[in-house]
T-cell receptor, first 116, second 114 residues
Framework: EPEVTQTPSHQVTQMGQEVILRCVPI?????FYWYRQILGQKVEFLVS????????KSEIFDDQFSVERPDGSNFTLKIRSTKLEDSAMYFC??????????????FGPGTRLTVT | AQSVSQHNHHVILSEAASLELGCNYS??????LFWYVQYPGQHLQLLLK??????LVKGIKGFEAEFIKSKFSFNLRKPSVQWSDTAEYFC????????????FGTGTLLAVQP
């Protein structure tokens, strides 16, 4: 069964450094998402991406964040200058179709980002 | 704004006990409701979903959930849990629109003791 994959599984970085989290969505999916979960808190929506552009972003997704689909298979989340409060589990998700037919989102296993 | 509340943060049960995990949402429009499960070391996977119609929905692995519109609730149930049900359970709502983003609850960690 096709799966969403994410790399790395765990990333440790120093405050102020740039990180890129990578996701490979399911191949025929069209909508892509990033969510994050700070330890002990809710899974929060960050951004959605469709047709090579951001379709919606949350207030968390400020100028330090960017997303890209550089090659038609990878979907990346870049944090330009990490802060301690960016430490979280980051989940990528994808879905296939608009409307109810494709509303189920398939999630990757997550990348645990630790900012020291 | 949409929100989801899960009241049980950590539940410990013995095998064969019955399970009910509470979920309440706050959204005035048409909602799609979901329960996702995350087994240790694995990704979030869909247990069940409600779009419309019969408010009692059945999912995988013997789970079911009941949508009660008047109570804004979508509680998850299983009559007899197994050790393999040990996982974290997330309730989520999707308010529709173009992006279909999910709004999650805080999750409930279920530990089933053999």
């Amino acid at each position: 069964e096709p799966e969403v994959t994410q790399t790395p599984s765990h990333q440790v970085t120093q405050m102020g450094q740039e990180v890129i989290l990578r996701c490979v969505p399911i191949s025929n999916h069209l909508y892509f998402y990033w969510y994050r979960q700070i330890l002990g808190q809710k899974v929060e929506f960050l951004v959605s991406f469709y047709n090579n552009e951001i379709s919606e972003k949350s207030e968390i997704f400020d100028d330090q964040f960017s997303v890209e689909r550089p090659d038609g298979s990878n979907f990346t989340l870049k944090i330009r200058s990490t802060k301690l409060e960016d430490s979280a589990m980051y989940f990528c998700a994808s879905r296939s179709l608009p409307g109810l037919a494709g509303v189920e989102q398939y999630f990757g296993p997550g990348t645990r980002l630790t900012v020291t | 704004a949409q929100s989801v509340s899960q009241h049980n943060h950590h539940v410990i049960l013995s095998e064969a006990a019955s399970l009910e995990l509470g979920c309440n949402y706050s959204y005035g429009g048409t909602v799609n409701l979901f329960w996702y499960v995350q087994y240790p070391g694995q990704h979030l996977q869909l247990l069940l979903k409600y779009f419309s119609g019969d408010p009692l929905v059945k999912g995988i692995k013997g789970f079911e959930a009941e949508f009660i519109k008047s109570k804004f609730s979508f509680n998850l149930r299983k009559p007899s849990v197994q050790w393999s049900d040990t996982a974290e359970y997330f309730c989520a709502v999707n308010g529709g629109g173009a992006t279909n983003k999910l709004i999650f609850g805080t999750g409930t960690l279920l530990a089933v003791q053999p």
